[in-house]
């Protein structure tokens, strides 16, 4: 007797007749698609998701079960490759907002993100993160389990964030960020390890942190190192400090 092979769209799915659905697209029990979503090749939809309003997913994303994203009037893209895990709730409360969700991200499962944010690439979510309305992570950001970053915070390129942080201002770029209120406790010195390659890029970044957080933030000095480099890194770490709200 031949092995059981299920349907990629199972027979209890919602489907409106103008989603757009390519070939190859999974779709569990009781998942309820809205007419403007599209899921591109290989997208994987599980059991009890809701998507709605205008939804575009890029190839091999993959929604895990009871999670919603969207409502009728919201509009949301989401990366190549991200995993939104279970029960995340992305733009539910919003009206017209709109959502960008970057290529390569990994959102655990309890999320809830607010309208107007924006995600860049690789980043990572882990459980019960909140993200406030227009909040934007740059790329290979984490950000640790029930954390939260308020409303029009920034948070630069290759950020830590340790769990259950309180984020209220914005946080440079490879920094490490922890604590309520959350507050940069040091430079995140492997990640930089693992993004450089030229320690004398690393080197730079460091002279310059303890120069600018030698007497608390030091925003002078920010734009007087930015001003005087050509290092494209350090030039990114001190311009966001230069113009950021602390």
């Known amino acids: 007797m031949s092995a059981y092979t299920p349907p990629l769209i199972h027979p209890t ?9 390519a070939p190859n697209v999974r779709i569990g029990a009781f998942a309820s698609i809205d007419e403007g979503v599209i899921l591109e090749s290989g997208c994987v939809v599980e059991a009890h998701a809701i998507l709605e309003g205008s939804l575009t997913c890029k190839a091999g994303v993959r929604i895990f079960s009871h999670t919603r994203i969207g409502t009728p ?5 989401v990366g190549e490759a991200t995993q939104i895990r279970e029960f995340c709730a992305i733009g539910c409360e919003g009206e017209g907002e709109t959502i960008q969700i970057g290529p390569h991200c990994f959102i655990m499962a309890y999320g809830r993100i607010a309208g107007g944010v924006q995600i860049e690439a690789h980043t990572i979510l882990t459980n019960a993160v ?17 954390s939260t970053v308020t409303q029009g915070c920034r948070i ?4 830590m964030v340790g769990g259950a942080s309180y984020i209220t201002h914005d946080m440079p770029p490879f920094t490490l960020v922890e604590g309520n209120r ?6 995140n010195v ?6 450089l390659e030229k320690r004398s890029d690393i080197e730079l970044i460091k002279d310059a942190y303890k120069r600018i957080y030698r007497h608390g933030v030091d925003k002078a000095e920010a734009q007087r190192i ?12 001190c311009a966001f400090i230069a113009n950021s709200r602390f």
């Open 73 to 77: 009037h919201t509009r949301i893209s």
């Open 226 to 237: 930015e001003a005087q480099s050509d290092n494209p890194f350090l030039k990114r770490f």
């Open 156 to 159: 630069g390129s290759g950020v």
């Open 130 to 146: 909140v993200l406030e309305a227009d909040v934007v992570l740059e790329e290979r950001v984490i950000v640790g389990g029930l």
């Open 13 to 21: 799915a919602l489907i409106h007749p103008q989603a757009q659905i």
């Open 190 to 195: 492997v990640g930089l390890r693992r993004r």
């Open 182 to 187: 959350a507050e940069v406790r040091g430079l």
